[in-house]
């Protein structure tokens, strides 16, 4: 009994023993042990996800997040050993390095290094460019570099980069984001899609253990989701090649091209190219969505269904245009070939095959002129003022006057009719003529169809209907039928081919004479089953004809069809269009 009472005695004094330790610990010693905790723990370090890439609609990667580096070497790492050992090999590992670089010699490497050595350098600037994975993983295979940073001495910064493996192909429309990733985007899909694109960060914290630190995940970053565009790599590439050919031909400033799946609206090219000081062409903003353009003759297509809907007119009824000028409302109106004297009498067909001027302006002013608001109401009733309310953001805003607006005067109406004194965005028109197309449901242009997760979709952004039915089908195959004779029988035959059915419209608008003309093709093929819409816009001084040989180009290899001796053929110019005379 005696031995078990020292026993439980003893027990009992440890244990008050331990009590009153960790009271000490806990309340004495509490703020000295948080201090050596502190330096051991580092908390709260943000981990950011991969951002999600950018894919084209035949699965190539056209916007993706990847590292470069900035490689540094501290002389102190290591000691006298790895100082001997870097001497010792110094001549290998210039020599490495001016495999890895061609710009710089061996021989400078060598100089560089042994200053950076003399100096004591702890963070010495080994190359001065940012330098891709595969160069670091080359260099890290180097002599002494292999060696860990404490023991070697070399050591990296990594960056995240947003690269676009294809150049300037729809650069805009994929957008960028600012140096600092950390800011997030500046445009184009990018910064419409920037929440889905970037993930959300994770949160770690460093803790040592066994003299080693460790990463300890509190919160796992989540990765961005993948998206898939509608653009297609192969048609941006011939797109942008047709119009940079032909722009640096005419040696024009800027030219647009957009090409538009006629049932879905997905963009499957879009091209925006301006002449920069060096003379070449790069994308610099996104023209076919923002600019507003007076969209000339290409509008009489809206006006004439107008008239054609409300039974006002019939594609048989007629007008006579006289000798090509015709004042209204004391200005004149002219024709494009008024000094040849004119078209006479011309059918409604003929009036858009021609695309006259005074036909179209006096069919609209004869009817409407006493109603302007009936004009303008079917024309909102084809949705073409709508805004398309995009994925991506910068789009301009259709400005279509109406009869109760601020300088809508008597002239107002017939030149309205024609494309001008209004404004619409080069992607509004094309989306207007697509419905045609698309016998006669008008659907949003989209440039993502999905987001994707570890192969799996996510989220889908299906096709979306503006307007159900523009107009009836009776005008509907009116219209059509008049298109076609556009492109086969009138001014649009340069975009014309044997081996592909083309309907559309050529327009050319100027604002005033101070400024020049600005030349438009909107077409879609083929005539009777339709699978693209397409538009082509070169502003500043070029005729319409210009814009219908890109699409021709365009079209053939489309369909693959473009023969040897179709390539060399050359087309006649179509007139130039000045003072209301568009084509």
């Given amino acids: ?111 560089h290094l042994k200053k950076g050595r003399k100096q004591g350098s702890r963070n010495y600037l080994i190359y001065p460019k940012r330098i891709s994975y595969i160069q670091y993983k080359e260099a890290k295979r180097l002599p002494v570099f292999n060696l860990n940073k404490y023991k070697g001495g070399f050591h990296e910064l990594a960056y995240n980069q947003r690269k676009k493996p294809f150049g300037s192909l729809a650069a805009r429309t994929l957008g960028d984001l600012y140096a600092d990733t950390a800011q997030g985007a500046k445009n ?96 610099m903003r996104n023209n076919a969505i923002s600019d507003m353009l007076e969209p000339g003759s290409t509008f009489k297509t809206a006006s004439i269904m107008v008239a054609l809907e409300d039974g006002k007119i019939t594609p048989e009824d007629g007008i006579d245009t006289g000798n090509g000028i015709k004042m209204m409302h004391g200005r004149p109106m002219k024709d494009w070939n008024w000094y040849k004297g004119g078209y006479g009498y011309l059918t409604v067909t003929q009036i858009l095959e021609v695309s006259s001027n005074i036909g179209t302006s006096s069919i609209i002013e004869k009817y409407y002129g006493s109603n302007p608001q009936k004009f303008v109401d079917g024309l909102k009733r084809m949705s073409i003022d709508q805004p398309l309310q995009l994925q991506i953001a910068g789009e301009g805003k259709p400005n279509i006057k109406g009869p109760k607006e601020r300088y809508f005067a008597k002239t107002t109406l017939p030149w309205m009719s024609i494309g001008y004194e209004t404004q619409v965005p080069p992607m509004n028109i094309l989306t207007f003529y697509n419905a045609i197309a698309n016998n006669g449901v008008m659907v949003r242009p989209k440039f993502v169809k999905a987001a994707i997760k570890n192969g799996e979709i996510v989220k889908e952004y299906p096709t979306e209907i503006i307007n159900p039915k523009i107009c009836s089908e009776r005008t509907l195959k009116q219209i059509q039928e008049i298109l076609y004779k ?98």
């Avoid at 051991?40 to 950018?54: A, C, D, M, S, Y």
């Avoid at 005729?543 to 219908?548: Q, R």
């Fill in 1 to 111: 009994m005696t031995r078990y009472f020292f026993v439980i005695l003893l027990m009992g004094l440890i244990g008050v023993a331990i009590v009153v330790k960790a009271g000490i610990t806990m309340f004495a010693e509490r703020q000295y042990w948080q201090d050596v905790a502190d330096r051991f723990v580092k908390e709260n370090v943000t981990v950011k996800p991969n951002r999600g890439n950018i894919i084209s609609s035949d699965g190539k990667l056209m916007a993706s997040s990847l590292p470069e580096y900035r490689i540094y070497m501290d002389f102190k790492a290591g000691g006298v050993k790895k100082d001997t050992m870097l001497m010792n090999h110094l001549d290998e590992i210039c020599e490495g390095l001016h495999k890895i670089f061609p710009d710089k010699s061996a021989s400078e490497f060598k100089t």
């Fill in 486 to 583: 556009v492109v086969h029988e009138g001014l649009a035959a340069p975009a014309g081919s044997k081996q592909f059915a083309v309907s559309g419209k050529t327009g050319t608008a100027q604002e005033n004479k101070k400024r020049p003309n600005h030349a438009l093709f909107i077409s879609y093929a083929p005539y009777d089953n339709p699978d693209i819409t397409m538009t082509v816009v070169v502003p500043n001084g070029y005729t319409s004809a210009n814009a219908a040989e890109i699409a021709r180009d365009i079209y053939k290899y489309y369909f693959g069809k473009a023969s040897k001796a179709e390539k060399k053929a050359t087309t006649a110019l179509l007139p130039t269009g000045s003072d209301g005379s568009n084509d």
């Fill in 188 to 283: 184009g899909i990018e910064l419409a899609f920037d929440s889905i694109l970037k993930g959300h960060d994770g949160i770690t914290h460093r803790q040592k253990v066994m003299n080693k630190y460790l990463n300890i995940v509190d919160i796992p970053p989540v990765d961005g989701c993948d998206l898939l565009s509608t653009i297609d790599v192969g048609m941006q590439d011939i797109c942008e090649k047709a119009l940079t050919d032909k722009l640096k031909e005419l040696n024009a400033s800027v030219g647009v091209a957009v090409l538009m799946e006629v049932a879905t609206g997905e963009v499957k090219a879009i091209v925006n190219m301006t002449k920069a000081g060096d003379g070449n062409y790069y994308e």
